[in-house]
C-alpha cells in the first residue's frame, strides 16, 4: 500500500488529535467557498444576505461532516460495532 496509505494514516492521526480544530477548518472553508461563490454568482445581492447563505451552507456542510464522523466512531473499519472507546463514565464523574 505505499505512500498513499501512509499519508491516509497521519492523517486520520492529525484528524483524531485536533478534531475541534479540523471540524473549524471545514467550517471556515466552506463559509468562505459559499462566500466566494454567492459573491460571483450574484453580485447585486446583499452582503448580508450573502453572509447569512453562506453560513448556512457552512452549517450543513459541518453537520454532515460531524454525523459522518460519528458513524465513522460508532462502525468499526472492520465493520463492527465499537462498543468501547475507553472512557469510563459514572454518574459521580458527570457531576
Known amino acids: ?20 480544530t479540523s471540524i ?5 472553508s466552506a463559509l ?19 453572509l447569512i447563505h453562506a453560513r448556512m451552507h457552512a452549517q450543513a456542510l459541518t453537520l454532515a461532516v460531524l454525523s459522518s464522523a460519528a458513524l465513522l466512531h460508532y462502525y468499526d473499519t ?9 472512557e469510563n463514565v459514572t454518574p459521580n464523574s458527570l457531576a
Open 32 to 50: 468562505g467557498s459559499s462566500l466566494a461563490l454567492a459573491v460571483k454568482r450574484s453580485p447585486t445581492t446583499k452582503t448580508s444576505l450573502r
Open 78 to 86: 472492520d465493520g463492527k460495532i465499537a462498543m468501547d472507546d475507553g
Open 24 to 28: 473549524g477548518a471545514v467550517w471556515a
Open 1 to 20: 500500500m505505499g505512500i498513499g496509505s501512509e499519508k491516509m494514516n497521519s492523517l486520520k492521526s492529525w484528524v483524531a488529535e485536533h478534531k475541534l
